[in-house]
């Protein structure tokens, strides 16, 4: 799990997905990447089991998975803060 968080892309998504669930565009927006390099770094956060997506017509969200992907996220952001 931890070399997940080694990149600085995926530790930026996952701590948008802390605070709300977005779409592919929104998070695109937000981090200024390319679509096709956000969906790159999301199938790796999903294929960890870190983030789980729903479907809403043609619009995929996305999410953390649960509160523990979110208790383990803020303690290492807690802990590099220190």
Avoid: N, P, W
């Avoid at 948008?16 to 096709?36: F, G, K, T, Y």
């Avoid at 729903?54 to 383990?72: C, M, N, P, Q, W």
Wanted: with cysteine; aromatic share 6%; glycine share 4%.
């Amino acid at each position: 799990m931890y070399k997940i968080f080694a990149d600085s892309t995926r530790v930026r998504i996952l701590s948008l997905l802390l605070e709300q669930e977005l779409c592919v565009l929104d998070l695109a927006a937000l981090l200024d990447v390319s679509q096709s390099a956000l969906s790159h770094q999301l199938r790796i956060l999903k294929q960890s089991k870190l983030v789980k997506s729903r479907r809403e017509g043609k619009t995929i969200f996305y999410s953390l998975a649960d509160g523990h992907v979110a208790s383990i996220f803020k303690q290492g952001l807690d802990h590099v803060r220190e």
